[in-house]
C-alpha cells in the first residue's frame, strides 16, 4: 500500500495515510487549556504533511484523571473557544484532528489530582495502592467520558480516541493482571471491554464523528498478555471506527522501543489484517518501515520521528532529506520534568519562538565536523552564508566512535543526513587544518578512559558507556547500578544485556576509580545548539560584512 493514497475513517477522509502520534508534550497550560505553544507544535508537523494529527491524551476528569503535569484536558465548556483555535488551524494546514480522551486511573498522579486515585481493582501500581472503583465510580466516569465527546465535537475535532493502553484506566479494565473484579466488569473478555463499549455506544449515540481506540497489542511485563489477546481485545469493541495498536503496560519496551529493539516491533507481532481500519506504531521512521507497517495496518503512526522532523511525510514524498529519530529516549522522556523536546531537533517544543528570516551573503569558515559543526554548516547555509568546513579527520566527529552496535545502527543515519545535506548546499568539505573562522570544536570534552586497564566507574556520561563495552573487551570493568539510572527504562534494560554479555559487572561500590556525574551533559542536541549559537554570535560580531 502507498501511505500517500488517501484514507478513510468513518466518514472523515484523510489525504494520507501518515498519522502523527498522540504523545504526552506538557506544552498546556497547568488547568490543561492549550495555548499558541502547543498549537505551534502540532500545527508544524500538520504543515509537514500529517494526514492526521492525534493529539496528546486529555484527560476527561479534573478531580482524579490527570497523569501528567501540563496534561491537556477536555472537561469543562470555557475550554471549547481555545480548542476551537487548534483545530481551526491544523484544518488551515490540510490535516484533520483526533482528540485523544484518557482517563489515568490508577496512574493517575496524586499531585496533580485533588481527589482519590481510584483502578478497577486494588492492585499495586508502580508502588502505589489505588481505591477499587465501585459501580457509582464507573458510571460517573462514562459521564466524562460522553461530556468530553460532546465538548470535542463542539470544538471542531474531526474525531476522538479513546486510550486504552499503557496501563491507563481502559487497559486497567482490559488487562488480567490488572482487573480481579468479579461483578459484570471482570472476569470475562466480554466484562473487561463492557465499559469501554458502553462508552462508544453512548458517544455514538451524542455525536457524529469517528470513535477509535488505542490498544496494547501485548504487555511486556512478566503477567502481561500477549498480542492473541490483544486481537481478541480489538475483535470484542463494538461502535469503533479504528483500533491503534501500540503496546505496553508498565514495563519496558512499550510503544517507544530504544535503539536496542527492532524497528516495527509492534508489527512484527500482528501477523495479519483485521476487519476494521487499523492503526500501527512503534519505532517507524523511514519509507521502509512505513510500508513494512502498512502489510498489517492501513494508517502507519509517526512518534518520535514527528518530533526528529515535523516534516517527514512532505519529505518521503519530495524525495528531501530529512532528521532521523535516533531512538535514544533521552530528550523526548524527560516528561516529569520538562516540556517535549528531541535530541536531534533544537526546535522541537519551540515552534513558537520562530526562525531567523533574515538572508545573508558572503563565506564562512567552519572548523570541526563533528555534530556541532555539521549543525552549524547547514544553519548557516540555511540563512544564505556560503560556509567552508574544515575537518582534519572524519566528518561525524565522536560518531565515529560508537561501540555499542545497536546505538550505532540508529545513530549514524543522523550522519548520513548531514553528509547529504552538505552536497545538497553545496558545502566544501576541507580535510586540512586552519586557525580562523567559526570553531565549532566541543563545548567540553570528557576524558578518555580507555587506556585505564582494569576499571570501576560511576557515571551518567552516554560517551562512557560505549567506553566501558571497548575496555570490557580486554579488561575487568565494573559499572554502578546507579549509572543506570541514568538512562531511560528501555535503554536500561538492553545495555545491561549487552554489557553483561561483554563481561561488565554491575555492582555498587562504596568508591571508584572513576566517578563522573554532569547534571547539564554535553550531548547532541547541546552540541546542536552550540553549533546554531556559534553562527549567530558570528553574524552578530560581522553582520555589516554579510548583508
Same mark, same amino acid.
Given at each position: 500500500m502507498?501511505? !500517500?493514497e488517501?484514507?478513510?475513517?468513518?466518514?472523515?477522509?484523510?489525504?494520507?495515510?501518515?498519522?502523527?502520534?498522540p504523545m504526552?508534550?506538557?506544552?498546556?497550560?497547568?488547568d490543561?487549556?492549550?495555548?499558541?505553544?502547543h498549537?505551534?507544535?502540532?500545527?508544524?508537523r500538520?504543515?509537514g504533511?500529517f &494526514?492526521l494529527?492525534?493529539?496528546e491524551?486529555?484527560y476527561v476528569?479534573?478531580?482524579?484523571?490527570k497523569g501528567?503535569?501540563?496534561e491537556m484536558?477536555?472537561?469543562k465548556?470555557?475550554?471549547?473557544?481555545k480548542?476551537s483555535?487548534?483545530?481551526?488551524?491544523?484544518?488551515?494546514?490540510?490535516?484533520?484532528?483526533?482528540?485523544?480522551?484518557?482517563?489515568?486511573?490508577?496512574?493517575a498522579?496524586?499531585h @496533580?489530582?485533588?481527589g482519590?486515585?481510584?483502578a478497577?481493582?486494588?492492585?499495586?501500581?508502580m508502588?502505589?495502592?489505588p481505591?477499587?472503583?465501585t459501580?457509582?465510580d464507573?458510571?460517573?466516569?462514562?459521564?466524562k467520558?460522553?461530556?468530553?465527546a460532546e465538548l470535542s465535537?463542539?470544538a471542531? !475535532?474531526?474525531?476522538?480516541?479513546?486510550?486504552g493502553?499503557?496501563g491507563?484506566?481502559?487497559?486497567?479494565?482490559i488487562?488480567?493482571?490488572?482487573?480481579?473484579?468479579t461483578?459484570e466488569y471482570g472476569?470475562?473478555m466480554e466484562?473487561?471491554?463492557?465499559?469501554i463499549?458502553?462508552?462508544?455506544s453512548?458517544?455514538?449515540k451524542?455525536?457524529?464523528?469517528?470513535?477509535?481506540i488505542?490498544l496494547s497489542?501485548?504487555?511486556?511485563?512478566?503477567d502481561g498478555?500477549?498480542?492473541? @489477546? &490483544?486481537?481478541?481485545i480489538?475483535s470484542a469493541?463494538n461502535n469503533?471506527?479504528y483500533?491503534h495498536f501500540s503496546a505496553?503496560?508498565?514495563?519496558?519496551?512499550?510503544?517507544?522501543?530504544?535503539?536496542?529493539?527492532d524497528?516495527v516491533?509492534i &508489527?512484527?507481532k500482528l501477523?495479519?489484517k483485521l476487519?476494521?481500519?487499523?492503526?500501527?506504531v512503534?519505532?517507524i521512521?523511514?519509507?521502509?518501515?512505513?510500508?513494512k507497517?502498512l502489510?498489517?495496518?492501513d494508517f502507519?503512526?509517526?512518534?518520535?520521528?514527528?518530533l526528529a522532523d515535523? @516534516?517527514t511525510?512532505?519529505?518521503?514524498?519530495?524525495g528531501?532529506?530529512y532528521?532521523?529519530?535516533i531512538r535514544?529516549n533521552q530528550?523526548?522522556?524527560?516528561?516529569?520534568?520538562?516540556?517535549?523536546r528531541?535530541?536531534?531537533?533544537?526546535y522541537?517544543?519551540?515552534e *513558537?519562538i520562530g526562525y531567523r528570516d533574515?538572508?545573508?551573503?558572503?563565506?564562512?569558515?567552519?572548523?570541526?565536523?563533528?555534530?556541532?559543526g555539521l549543525?552549524a554548516?547547514?544553519?548557516?547555509?540555511?540563512?544564505g552564508l556560503k560556509?567552508?568546513?574544515y575537518e582534519k579527520i572524519q566528518v561525524g566527529g565522536?560518531?565515529?566512535?560508537?561501540?555499542?552496535?545497536?546505538?550505532?545502527r540508529?545513530?549514524m543515519p543522523?550522519i548520513d543526513? @548531514?553528509?547529504?545535506?552538505?552536497?545538497?548546499y553545496g558545502?566544501?568539505?576541507?580535510h586540512?587544518?586552519v586557525?580562523n573562522?567559526i570553531m565549532?570544536i566541543p563545548?567540553r570534552?570528557?576524558?578518555?578512559?580507555?587506556?585505564? &586497564?582494569?576499571?570501576?566507574?560511576?557515571?551518567n556520561i552516554?560517551?562512557? !558507556?560505549d567506553?566501558?563495552l571497548?575496555?570490557?573487551a580486554?579488561?575487568?570493568?565494573?559499572?554502578?547500578?546507579d549509572?543506570?539510572n541514568?538512562l531511560?527504562?528501555?535503554?536500561?534494560s538492553?545495555?545491561?544485556?549487552?554489557a553483561?554479555?561483554a563481561?561488565?559487572e554491575f555492582k555498587?561500590l562504596?568508591?571508584?576509580?572513576?566517578?563522573?556525574y554532569?547534571? *547539564?551533559?554535553y550531548?547532541?542536541?547541546e552540541a546542536m545548539?552550540?553549533?546554531?549559537r556559534?553562527v549567530?554570535?558570528?553574524?552578530l560580531?560581522?553582520?555589516?560584512?554579510?548583508?
Amino acid at each position: 500500500m502507498n501511505p !500517500f493514497e488517501k484514507g478513510t475513517i468513518g466518514n472523515v477522509e484523510l489525504k494520507n495515510r501518515f498519522v502523527m502520534a498522540p504523545m504526552i508534550s506538557n506544552l498546556c497550560n497547568i488547568d490543561g487549556t492549550t495555548n499558541e505553544n502547543h498549537i505551534a507544535y502540532l500545527n508544524e508537523r500538520a504543515r509537514g504533511g500529517f &494526514g492526521l494529527i492525534i493529539t496528546e491524551y486529555a484527560y476527561v476528569d479534573s478531580s482524579n484523571g490527570k497523569g501528567s503535569p501540563n496534561e491537556m484536558g477536555v472537561f469543562k465548556r470555557e475550554q471549547i473557544p481555545k480548542l476551537s483555535r487548534l483545530t481551526e488551524r491544523i484544518h488551515a494546514s490540510g490535516s484533520k484532528i483526533f482528540v485523544q480522551l484518557v482517563h489515568a486511573g490508577g496512574k493517575a498522579n496524586p499531585h @496533580y489530582n485533588s481527589g482519590s486515585v481510584f483502578a478497577p481493582s486494588s492492585v499495586d501500581y508502580m508502588g502505589n495502592i489505588p481505591d477499587e472503583m465501585t459501580f457509582e465510580d464507573i458510571r460517573s466516569v462514562e459521564d466524562k467520558f460522553l461530556n468530553a465527546a460532546e465538548l470535542s465535537a463542539r470544538a471542531g !475535532f474531526d474525531g476522538i480516541e479513546l486510550h486504552g493502553a499503557h496501563g491507563y484506566l481502559f487497559q486497567e479494565f482490559i488487562s488480567p493482571a490488572l482487573n480481579h473484579r468479579t461483578d459484570e466488569y471482570g472476569g470475562s473478555m466480554e466484562n473487561r471491554v463492557r465499559i469501554i463499549n458502553e462508552i462508544a455506544s453512548q458517544i455514538r449515540k451524542k455525536v457524529d464523528i469517528p470513535v477509535g481506540i488505542r490498544l496494547s497489542l501485548y504487555e511486556d511485563d512478566q503477567d502481561g498478555y500477549n498480542a492473541d @489477546y &490483544g486481537i481478541k481485545i480489538a475483535s470484542a469493541l463494538n461502535n469503533i471506527d479504528y483500533v491503534h495498536f501500540s503496546a505496553g503496560r508498565f514495563a519496558p519496551p512499550g510503544s517507544s522501543a530504544s535503539f536496542y529493539y527492532d524497528h516495527v516491533h509492534i &508489527g512484527e507481532k500482528l501477523r495479519k489484517k483485521l476487519d476494521r481500519n487499523i492503526m500501527l506504531v512503534g519505532s517507524i521512521n523511514s519509507m521502509k518501515d512505513a510500508q513494512k507497517a502498512l502489510e498489517v495496518s492501513d494508517f502507519v503512526v509517526l512518534g518520535r520521528q514527528a518530533l526528529a522532523d515535523p @516534516y517527514t511525510p512532505f519529505k518521503l514524498q519530495n524525495g528531501i532529506p530529512y532528521r532521523p529519530c535516533i531512538r535514544c529516549n533521552q530528550a523526548c522522556r524527560n516528561l516529569s520534568n520538562a516540556e517535549v523536546r528531541c535530541t536531534v531537533n533544537p526546535y522541537t517544543g519551540l515552534e *513558537n519562538i520562530g526562525y531567523r528570516d533574515r538572508k545573508y551573503m558572503g563565506e564562512v569558515v567552519i572548523v570541526g565536523a563533528g555534530i556541532k559543526g555539521l549543525e552549524a554548516s547547514i544553519y548557516a547555509a540555511s540563512l544564505g552564508l556560503k560556509p567552508v568546513v574544515y575537518e582534519k579527520i572524519q566528518v561525524g566527529g565522536q560518531f565515529n566512535e560508537i561501540v555499542d552496535k545497536y546505538k550505532r545502527r540508529d545513530f549514524m543515519p543522523l550522519i548520513d543526513y @548531514y553528509s547529504v545535506m552538505l552536497n545538497r548546499y553545496g558545502i566544501d568539505v576541507r580535510h586540512e587544518s586552519v586557525e580562523n573562522g567559526i570553531m565549532c570544536i566541543p563545548d567540553r570534552v570528557y576524558p578518555d578512559i580507555r587506556g585505564n &586497564g582494569d576499571i570501576s566507574i560511576d557515571t551518567n556520561i552516554y560517551r562512557y !558507556f560505549d567506553d566501558v563495552l571497548s575496555i570490557a573487551a580486554r579488561n575487568h570493568v565494573i559499572m554502578s547500578n546507579d549509572s543506570l539510572n541514568t538512562l531511560e527504562r528501555s535503554r536500561v534494560s538492553g545495555y545491561r544485556k549487552l554489557a553483561e554479555k561483554a563481561g561488565v559487572e554491575f555492582k555498587n561500590l562504596d568508591s571508584y576509580d572513576i566517578k563522573l556525574y554532569d547534571k *547539564n551533559q554535553y550531548d547532541i542536541l547541546e552540541a546542536m545548539k552550540s553549533g546554531r549559537r556559534s553562527v549567530d554570535e558570528y553574524i552578530l560580531k560581522n553582520e555589516s560584512c554579510f548583508l
